[in-house]
């Protein structure tokens, strides 16, 4: 028995998009409702995969080429190569006989025969795959036509027009899209043709055209367009007499080009069949899927749906259009939609005149109208999802012809699930599943105005979104006296340093050459919400000469530029942008989520801006508060390096009372700011010479110091007069000697690894007692004053239970015993640790009985696991390790889940284990990663913190893991 390729639409199961592909299960569903669709079968994409299957392994291999975006022409020589495949194949076996027989049920149905000149049945041949290209595979209308059934078709309409143009708009398709002719040979004859017959009409039959003017005064006279017979009844003559010689010469370019015109209805049918198979494998079509990594198990070939005709190209009261039930713009629940009357269904993609909106359609074909919106409702209800229809109106009587989800902007896709669900067409749960949550993030920031001709002049990586224009300076210091004058300046550098950080407050935007996802800049720009480009390499830029280079242009110090942080793109000048659209369903939407979530939702949050804007979006606490941003203030700075620099433990004792008295003020502040919300602050982490001065900066120093001695000492004058500048000159040339020694003591080979986290607190435990003690100092201040902070306090880059156990004891409970008692009061502190070495994880059930909390740090564990470098690797080989997919996506954006993820799920599990109450959250990146979020779900644990613009995406990630596990498919 010969497989079954075909379903008539009265049998198909509408709900298995995957074998009769989306368009082809609406018209089964729209058949089955009992809408009035024109009958017709579709061909499986079975039939289809089977059509591909004897040469499917080689097509495969020439798209894997084409994925890695070859120049064109090897781009287009290997397309061709896949058609020149193609054309080798035939129909898979049994097919041909079942279309046979269906079509015979079509003619039974529709009462015509196909090929029969009396009562002739015309088809259309559609594509449609398991989820909607639009636009990227082709179909053929008109088909069955030929020099006989066109006669039979003008008689049975009365209408040579209509029947001659239907022809000629069959030959032209039927030309290009099955037997590969170029259009243009038929555009140029058409073109040609609708010259000489307006010329001719406006000479010879002048007062008819006159009298369409009056009548009709929307009509302009054109071969595509029916003159209105009544009125002007020689022109209408005439145009019939140009479409027939446009006929001729149509079939004239298909015998030069491939070969006589099939006037079998068959043999057309097969190779129509045959072409949209074909067209899966469109450029267009080929590159969509890649785009939108549309893989197999989404959707695998196209179904051919077999349609018979219905015609918009009847007259005035026929037409064509699209309807969607909401406004897909804006979400709102009014009817959307277009109408062209008179015309066929390319003439809408194709803009040819401008369409009516459905408000002049309610006016002029009532009825239809009211039919249109009762069905559009009823299958908004049934398929649970905002509709987008195809309709065509022949004599008055409307037919369906397709229906699918219609794309929506974010806006709409959050405000139309929201209200769908008051409205109880879906459930709340649907409705957050409806909405992704990287959308959401796309409402937060402005955006490029759409409408804006702009061409960006380089790409980097986006690393935090938003666009925004600004004047280019390269050095912070610029970015803040500019910004003082109230400019708005984008900061451009190679690469930044935590050093930099003061220009990135100052600016709007940040641009840099050098750099990963999770290099510096990007990890501080989305912290503080600031659109960054990062990694642009075409971007050369030249400090000395403020200035950078891209291709042959030149931006200057001041010049504007504009980043596209969502993208990646860096235009030249100012490009328009929108602002984001907070609107209140997405507040109603997330609130919602919460309902559903297990998952807590903390924020990374470092100052008081950034713990604002994250409360104001839901943040349940700060999952990470990074206390190396607060040395960057100019004296305390000062404070600090005081504090490195000191030869003994006393000096640097001293040193730390002060500093630790200047960095309260600010823990309090986010304390205050979280009242009884938890707020984790994490001891100092950075390796120690990261504050300090560049040896080279100190040898600069140095060297233009002893010269301006030396040359001032050599002088005469300086022996009686200067001795005080001399001394002065001595002594800062120890100091920097001094420094620069210490610097170097203090450099280390590898810094990532070295001297940093948990390993300064043991061996400056009075370091780490200062700091915790301004912490819980900031929070008993608070408690005194009627607060309730929740001070978490948190060791980075453990390793050994060991290690904890020490600071704890010499640093952190002395530290809040010292505290308690001198200020009287009882200051409930958890003490936990950051999980970001793989020996933390292995070894995680002995540290869970030390803490209260662990806190993944997977950028620094992807960095171990991997031995990556974060800070190189998405600039060097990281680009190349996706292109070849040797890793499937960045482990530093999502958590690499069979190596790294299984370190954390070995934490966590094992943690909780040994230590029933410990909390389990993540600090890392991945925090903020909707994918990531699913996996953190699943594993168990308790919270993640993400940076404060992506508290909504991790509040709805959350919500979408725990509904996705309850419905079994997580
Ligand atoms: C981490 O390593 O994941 C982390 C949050 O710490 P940082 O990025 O500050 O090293
Ligand atoms: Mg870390």
Known sequence: MPKRYIYQFEEGDWRNKKL??????SLAQMTQLGLP???????????????????????????????????????????????????????PE???????????????????????????????????????????MDTVLNLGLNDEVVKGLAKLANNE?????????????????????????????????????????????????????????????????????????????????????????????????????????????????????????????????????????????????????????????????????RDPATGEDKPYGEFLPNAQGEDVVAGIRTPLSLDELKKTLPKVYDQLIEAGKKLERLNKEVMDIEFTVERGKLYFLQNRAAKMTPAARVKTAVDMAKEGIISKEEAILKVSPDTVLKLLYPRIDPKAKAEPVAKGLPASPGAVSGQVVFHPDDAVAWARKGKKVILVRVETKPDDVHGFYAAVGILTSRGGMTSHAAVVARAIGKPAVVGAEAIKIDYDKKEFRVGDIVVKEGDWVTIDGNTGNVYIGKVPTVEPELIPELQTLLSWADEFRRLGVRANADVPDDAII?????????????????????????????????ETKEEREEHLKRLS???????????????????????????????????????????????????????????????????????????????????????????????????????????????????????????????????????????????????????????INDVEKELGVKVPVKIGTMIETVRACLTAAEIAKEVDFFSFGTNDLTQATF?????????????????????????????????????????????????PKLEVGICGEHGGDPRSIEFLHKVGLDYVSASPFRIVVARLAAAHAAIKEKLGKL
Request: charged fraction near 30%; hydrophobic fraction near 40%; glycine fraction near 6%.
């Open 161 to 325: 027009w209509f029947a001659y143009d239907a022809y000629r708009r069959f030959l032209n398709m039927f030309g290009k899209i099955v037997l590969e002719i170029p259009d243009k040979y038929f555009e140029e004859e058409f073109n040609k043709a609708d010259e000489a017959f307006r010329k001719e009409a406006m000479e010879k039959y002048k007062d008819e055209i006159e009298a369409i003017k009056e009548k009709y005064p929307k009509y302009t006279l054109r071969l595509d367009a029916q003159p209105p017979r009544e009125v002007a009844p020689k022109t209408w003559e005439l145009a019939v007499k140009y479409l027939k010689e446009v006929v001729e010469k149509f079939k004239e370019i298909i015998k030069k080009h491939w070969g006589e015109f099939p006037q079998d209805p068959w043999k057309q049918l097969e190779l129509a069949i045959k072409a949209v198979f074909r067209s899966w494998m469109n450029p267009r079509a080929i590159f969509y899927r890649i785009a939108n990594n549309i893989t197999p198990d989404v959707a695998d070939c196209t179904a051919v749906n077999i349609v018979m005709m219905v015609f918009g190209n009847m007259g005035w009261d026929s037409g064509t259009g699209v309807y969607f039930t």
């Open 614 to 646: 994250a409360k104001k979006f839901g943040a349940e606490g700060i999952g990470l508060l990074r206390i190396e941003r607060m040395f960057r203030k100019p004296e305390r700075l000062e404070a600090l390096r005081k504090v490195i620099l000191a």
């Open 94 to 136: 049994g097919l041909s006989e079942q279309v046979k027989e269906h079509m015979k049920k079509l003619e039974e149905k529709s009462g015509k025969k196909f090929g029969s000149p009396e009562n002739p049945l015309l088809v259309s041949v559609r594509s449609g795959a398991a989820i909607s290209m639009p636009g990227m």
């Open 661 to 815: 008295q200047m960095i309260k003020p600010d823990f309090k502040e986010m304390l205050r700011i979280m009242d009884g919300l938890p707020v984790v602050i994490r001891l100092i982490d950075p390796p120690l010479h990261e504050f300090l001065p560049a040896p080279e900066e100190i040898l600069k120093e140095l060297y233009e110091t002893k010269v301006a001695y030396y040359t001032l000492k050599s002088t005469e004058i300086a022996r009686e007069v200067a001795s005080e500048v001399l001394r002065k000159y001595e002594e800062r040339i120890k100091e920097l000697e001094d420094l620069l020694k210490r610097v170097l003591v203090l450099k280390e080979h590898n810094p990532m690894m070295g001297h940093r986290g948990v390993r300064v607190g043991v061996t400056y435990p009075e370091f780490y007692y200062y700091l915790a003690r301004a912490m819980v100092e900031a929070a008993a201040e608070l408690i005194k004053e009627g607060y309730h902070p929740k001070l978490e306090i948190m060791i980075p880059q453990v390793s050994h239970v060991n290690e904890i156990r020490y600071v704890k004891n010499k640093a952190i409970i002395p530290a």
């Open 20 to 25: 009769l592909g989306g368009k082809g299960a």
């Open 867 to 915: 031995s990556f470098s974060r800070d190189d690797v998405e600039n060097k080989f990281m680009p190349q390790y996706l292109e070849l997919e040797i890793l499937p996506y960045n482990p530093f954006q999502t958590l690499d889940f069979e190596g790294v993820g299984k370190l954390v799920e070995i934490g966590t599990k094992e943690g909780k284990k040994a230590n």
């Open 37 to 91: 669709v024109p009958p017709g079968f579709t061909i499986t994409t079975e039939a289809c995969r089977d059509f591909y299957a004897p040469r499917k392994e080689e097509i495969d291999k020439i798209v894997k080429e084409l994925e890695r975006n070859p120049p064109p022409k090897v781009r287009d020589e290997l397309i061709r190569k896949i058609w020149d495949i193609i054309n080798t194949l035939s129909l």
